[in-house]
């Protein structure tokens, strides 16, 4: 399984970006997918998640109805789309995997991408 994310940046607070992940070597409309992220000097944060089909979702408390996550089976490509960006919103986005939609939203997904930067400044 290989996920690349794509689309990190140097934004400004209040912009908007959206980030991309690709995901090949995986039958995707099977498996969970997410978005992760990590601020210097802070743990690993679990920001969103999809299940294999797209109906349903969970968000972190503090990206809730800021971000979007969707995905594109047909692509097999995930994607978060971010609005009304903060700096605190500044980490490295990871994606990531699992057949465990439940796994995934415990955090412990079994496959992860290489991240993507993402720096809001204010």
């Known amino acids: 399984v290989q996920l690349q994310a794509f689309g990190g940046g140097l934004v400004q607070a209040g912009d908007s970006l959206r980030l991309s992940c690709a995901a090949s070597?995986?039958?995707?409309?099977?498996?969970?997918v997410g978005w992760f992220r990590q601020a210097p000097g802070k743990a690993r944060e679990l920001v969103a998640g999809?299940?294999?089909?797209?109906?349903?979702?969970f968000y972190a408390d503090s990206v809730k109805g800021r971000f979007t996550i969707s995905r594109d089976n047909a692509k097999n490509t995930m994607y978060l789309e971010m609005k009304s960006l903060k700096p605190e919103d500044t980490a490295v986005y990871y994606c990531?995997?699992?057949?465990?939609?439940?796994?995934?939203?415990?955090?412990?997904?079994?496959?992860w991408g290489k991240g993507t930067e993402v720096t809001v400044s204010s």
């Open positions: 990531a995997a699992d057949p465990s939609y439940a796994d995934l939203s415990r955090g412990n997904p079994n496959y």
């Open positions: 070597g995986v039958t995707f409309n099977t498996y969970a």
């Open positions: 999809i299940s294999w089909r797209g109906r349903s979702t």
